[in-house]
């Protein structure tokens, strides 16, 4: 069973830049494949990056290609999402997520079982 931890998050003005972390326990973190969804207040939980279990792909939603970058360390068990250009329409709630049975990345929420707590990012206008 995996603990995801985030951290990072913060309030930013538009245009700005701030790097996301996660920090997952366990002995298996390089034979998932890793998630970033975002919730927005009153918007459902929404796919944001996604990246394999070995790093060599990568995916993400139109909304963020381009501006955000999804990486991973599996020898830190560790994942990251730097996220550039920050729009105020960035502002959510941002989360990470493990897919303990597969090391392709899905974009499905049902497809991850394991999640973070969350972690909060601002961007003001």
């Known amino acids: 069973q995996a603990q995801l931890v985030e951290s990072g998050g913060g309030l930013v003005q538009a245009g700005g830049s701030l790097r996301l972390s996660c920090a997952a326990s366990g002995r298996t973190f390089s034979t998932y494949a890793m998630g970033w969804f975002r919730q927005a207040p009153g918007k459902e939980r929404e796919f944001v990056a996604g990246?394999?279990?070995?790093?060599?792909?990568?995916y993400y939603s139109d909304s963020v290609k381009g501006r955000f970058t999804i990486s991973r360390d599996n020898a830190k068990n560790t994942v990251y999402l730097q996220m550039n250009s920050l729009k105020p329409e960035d502002t959510a709630v941002y989360y990470c997520a493990a897919r303990s049975i597969s090391g392709l990345v899905s974009t499905s929420l049902s497809a991850y079982d394991y999640w973070g707590q969350g972690t909060q990012v601002t961007v003001s206008s």
């Open positions: 990246i394999s279990r070995g790093g060599g792909s990568t």
